[in-house]
């Protein structure tokens, strides 16, 4: 069984940083996708970052690209998000998740199947 645990999470101003972290325990996930979704009160959850795996390339959505900054460790099974010049708009709750042995696109929730429980992030104007 996999297990996700995020941190880092806060309240920042607009223009902040923020580092998130995510660690996995249960099995080695080096080889499987790693990904940060971020989900915004009566939205959908979003896809923000993806590594296809450890030393694979990364993959960033357009609303984040050049101010975040996905990280990952296969060797201590960590990842990390870090978020610079921070928006208003994205206060969200920010979730780790990763794909053990599924398929489908990268970039949408559904390919992942283990999740953190999440972590608020909150930027304000």
């Known amino acids: 069984q996999v297990q996700l645990v995020e941190s880092g999470g806060g309240l920042v101003q607009a223009g902040g940083s923020l580092r998130l972290s995510c660690v996995a325990s249960g099995r080695t996930l080096r080889l499987f996708p790693m990904g940060w979704f971020r989900q915004a009160p009566g939205k959908e959850r979003e896809f923000v970052a993806v590594?296809?795996?450890?030393?694979?390339?990364?993959y960033y959505a357009d609303s984040v690209k050049g101010r975040f900054t996905m990280s990952r460790d296969g060797a201590k099974n960590t990842m990390s998000l870090q978020m610079n010049s921070l928006k208003p708009e994205d206060t969200a709750v920010y979730y780790c998740?990763?794909?053990?042995?599924?398929?489908?696109?990268?970039?949408?929730?559904?390919?992942?199947?283990?999740w953190g429980q999440g972590t608020q992030v909150t930027v304000s104007s």
């Open positions: 590594s296809s795996w450890s030393g694979g390339s990364t």
């Open positions: 998740a990763v794909a053990v042995f599924s398929s489908g696109e990268l970039t949408t929730a559904s390919r992942y199947n283990y």
